[in-house]
């Protein structure tokens, strides 16, 4: 069984457990922070992929960093001990995170910009999202500097260019023609 089809399996099971005890939105929190901490320290990540470490140890280490988070989170060490499966836990979040958005009609609009998102440009990029959604939408800054400035939308299949590299090379084009 691939690793992303693993991790998928383990969120569902991890969110009908949250559902059956309404702490979903709970849950998702745990998860963003499980995420989001993993991705940002290396030796966190490497700890948990090194398979001469023992998983009872990676359990303790998690219930210690992650000591405020839900008991169905903790749940989902104590799984991940049982079957040795600690390298998925990131995974595990992301999926996780994704299923609950999808379960709540959220979806996640990547918006990429030069510099990091102002709140006039949040603003801007929420009036162009009710064009294309009606659904709640969380937004993801992702930092380019090559886009020059404006921003970039994307939400699922959908994008909208409103980023200044692109209005250079539009008018590149109708130039050379």
Do not use: C, W
């Not at 009872?56 to 499966?85: M, Q």
């Not at 999926?95 to 006039?120: Q, S």
């Not at 990029?125 to 009710?130: E, P």
């Not at 539009?170 to 023609?177: A, P």
Request: proline letters at 1%; hydrophobic letters at 45%.
């Amino acid at each position: 069984m691939s690793s992303t089809r693993a991790a998928i399996r383990y969120a569902k099971a991890i969110l009908d457990m949250a559902n059956s005890k309404s702490a979903a939105n709970e849950v998702s929190q745990d998860m963003t922070l499980i995420a989001t901490t993993i991705k940002g320290n290396q030796e966190l990540d490497a700890f948990i992929q090194n398979p001469t470490i023992k998983v009872e140890v990676k359990e303790g280490a998690l219930l210690e960093v992650f000591a405020s988070v839900n008991n169905v989170t903790k749940g989902l060490f104590h799984l991940l001990l049982e079957n040795k499966r600690f390298e998925i836990l990131e995974s595990v979040a992301i999926e996780y995170n994704k299923l609950f958005d999808e379960a709540n009609g959220i979806e996640v609009a990547k918006v990429t910009t030069a510099i990091a998102i102002t709140p006039e440009l949040e603003a801007k990029v929420l009036a162009k999202i009710k064009e294309f959604s009606n659904k709640k939408v969380t937004i993801e800054n992702i930092v380019d500097a090559s886009i020059i400035g404006g921003f970039i939308l994307r939400i699922g299949d959908k994008q909208y260019n409103a980023s200044v590299a692109n209005r250079l090379q539009v008018l590149k084009r109708e130039l050379s023609n």
